[in-house]
């Protein structure tokens, strides 16, 4: 494309419908500049302390597992026992019993 004459180029920019060379130049307004301004940050609980480093600040590492307040089963005390009665062993429901044939229809 860059090689072609201002003529084909626009011939080729009328067909396709938008300007083929836009992308191959470098535009100056696009490109960033070398000094940046201060990103504005919203300020959170961690901008307060001197000595804020990041493995004080991540968060998984504050994850600790879960603390049992209270249990629904029973606690025993140092040198107690609980006798409990034995349960019953759980038994199936009734015995699948198979139906017999008929004998007034002959069997097919």
Known sequence: M????????????????????????????????????????????SHKYASNYYYTRDGRREAVPPTVIMSSQKALTAGSQVAEAPKPPVTPGAVYKEPSLSTDQPYL
Request: net charge positive.
């Open 2 to 45: 860059a090689t072609a004459t201002k003529i084909i180029q626009r011939l080729r920019n009328f067909l396709s419908g938008h300007d083929l060379q836009a992308k191959l130049q470098t535009r100056y307004e696009e490109i960033s500049k070398r000094t940046q301004p201060p990103p504005k940050l919203p300020v959170g609980p």
